[in-house]
């Protein structure tokens, strides 16, 4: 499971970026990337990014009945 932080809320807009080693970070959009704060996630490849992006947005499941 991926640990995001404290004060993100699932279904936030998400601002990913790939960078020039393969990379991917995700912070919540408008907010700057300052890794002092660990403000973001970081995944190693596409797959992995867009796995996560997928379950972020994904619609939750209340007592059998999507809502």
Not at 4 to 23: A, M, N
Not at 43 to 52: L, P, T
Request: charged content about 25%; glycine content about 10%.
């Amino acid at each position: 499971m991926i640990s995001v932080p404290r004060h993100w809320t699932k279904g936030q807009l998400l601002d990913l970026r790939r960078y020039g080693d393969g990379s991917y970070k995700a912070t919540i959009m408008g907010e700057e990337l300052r890794p002092e704060l660990a403000n973001f996630v970081e995944f190693d490849n596409s797959f992995d990014a867009q796995n996560f992006v997928s379950t972020w947005y994904a619609r939750e499941s209340v007592g059998g009945v999507h809502g």
